[in-house]
């Protein structure tokens, strides 16, 4: 059974900033693709930044000019770090692994890709 422990999140006002943690399962597997992935209210579930073990990282228009990710090292978890963060970023954040490949294309708009999920971290940005 794979487990992706996650933690961080929490409230914050608009401007601020806040890293969500991922852990993977140890020893890290050969190769991965770490996606983090949202869901705010009224839409549906959206890619926001994925990033393979050699570092190799991907992310949608959410995240551009805002947000990094980074993955996970020997005693560190994979990071989410928000910057410039709004009131519309307000919701669920979710990291995954998909242990087929690492990060493509298609990673971060087809969820189905990723075989295990993390248990979500509520984001909560006020104006």
């Known amino acids: 059974q794979v487990r992706l422990e996650q933690s961080g999140g929490g409230s914050v006002q608009a401007g601020g900033y806040l890293r969500l943690a991922c852990e993977p399962p140890r020893p890290t597997p050969g190769r991965y693709c770490m996606g983090w992935f949202r869901q705010v209210p009224g839409k549906e579930r959206e890619g926001v930044a994925c990033v393979s073990k050699n570092g190799a990282a991907r992310s949608t228009g959410i995240a551009q000019g805002r947000w990094l990710v980074s993955e996970p090292y020997t005693d560190m978890p994979g990071y989410l770090g928000m910057a410039k963060l709004r009131p519309d970023d307000t919701g669920m954040y979710y990291c995954?692994?998909?242990?087929?490949?690492?990060?493509?294309?298609?990673?971060?708009?087809?969820?189905?890709?990723?075989?295990?999920w993390g248990q979500g971290t509520q984001v909560t940005v006020s104006a």
């Open positions: 995954a692994l998909d242990l087929s490949d690492n990060c493509r294309a298609e990673s971060l708009t087809d969820s189905r890709l990723f075989q295990y």
